[in-house]
């Protein structure tokens, strides 16, 4: 069976990691900001690496030299916008998925009236996608909260952030819904649980009591704040629709002993626990007990169950990179992966950066949240980062990505054959930008070569690599042919 007519096909990025710009137009910090470049970490430095102090944070918002914050600079999309998004209309985008900073609109997030640069900046891209033929999808919180609520009160961990942020997202609709009709709340949502900081605002050494707690609290702060603005958005934009996202962590049992099978089932547990809520409107009660197992207690408040169970996703929207065992062994050799650490699979390749590649782990993915909600479905992040050479004159090949998503889509259109709802794709990223992780520009991600080091040097022209032209051709034949 061939992908829909109506299918989407795309790439994503996320504004903290293209726009740069980072003190223009009265933008105020973001938790991005302070992000500094960190490359060849080995995995026990992976697994440190999203620990912060507040004498880290200040530190590094005082420290003037922004070459070593390299999302400070980004690629500058904020101002090469029309340029990339012509090269994405080359390519037949039908959706970029992009996201709008909240300190572009509320420099502090505590501001009542938005600054009007942010409003026009945006209206004016979204009206250049509208002209080229591309749909928006736009992320509302992607890994950005503003830095003035972190140091002020851990952000998320406070109630208040949720009228804060619904402020925000009523400008967003109010602003953009004439040409934004696809929505997400929270990008990744659970990565709260596992990078506070980068998601949620939390700078650990002020929690009061555990961190678990606090990220938990957090995490029912976002739950509580995407169902009112999910409720606004139909309110204000009836015709818009609005998705929530997961990071899909994709876990097989190393073995087949049974603890290795237990542990994993506890984990899938947890990371279902956000979709759970925000398409199937509840708490599992599994879930709130292995959390009361853990210590950890949902701070309930009047009404917000009734919220969660009438004002739930309209689809899924989630990531795909790789896939990773559990087990129960002290011995077990563990691999980084998409902001985690995993047993490493033996059948399976891993990149440079020891992400394990398994294309049929998508097919799983896709079966397995469309059968247990029902939902149609979106990847919205799904990619290969690589070191890529760009040559005299000015050519990028690039075989081992195009291996790499011509995989990834057999098994995806194998899944809709398979009879999942999936309403498209966008590939992260259709164009090189700073590595969310280790904020490299080394690790490129694009069918767009971006002439930038790690240290910021570079002309910042854009190239098309070779598989340019091979995903122009996948969307121009919409995925019959992947030759």
Known sequence: MPLPDHFLWGGAV???QVEGAWREDGRGPAVSDVAAYKPHLSPTEYAAFH???RES???AIADTDDSRYPKRRGIDFYHR???????FAEMGFRTLRVSIPWTRLFPTGEETEPLRAGIDHYRAMFREMRRLGIEPLVTLSHYDPPLHLALKNNCWVERST?????RFARVCFSEFGEYVKLWLTFNEIDGILRHPF?????????????LDQACYTALHHQFVAGARVTALLRELVPDARMGCMLTMLLTYPNTCRPEDVAATQLKERLLYLCTDVQAG??????????LERQGVTVPFQDGDEELLAAHTADFISFSYYNSSTESVSPDAERTPGNTILGVKNPYLDSTEWGWQIDPVGLRIALISLYDRYGLPLFIVENGLGMRDELTADGKVHDPYRIEYFRAHFAQMIQAVDEGVDLMGYTSWAPIDLISSSTSQMSKRYGFIYVDQDDEGNGSLNRYRKDSFDWYRKVIATNGTDLS
């Open 198 to 210: 980068t998601s949620g605002g939390i700078i650990p050494d002020t929690v009061e009591g555990s």
């Open 51 to 53: 620990t912060w102090t």
């Open 162 to 166: 949720i009228e804060l942020f619904e």
């Open 281 to 290: 409107g509840a708490y599992p009660r599994l879930a709130l007990r292995a």
């Open 57 to 59: 944070v200040e530190k």
């Open 14 to 16: 996320a504004a903290n």
């Open 81 to 87: 916008y029309p340029e990339d998004l012509a090269l």
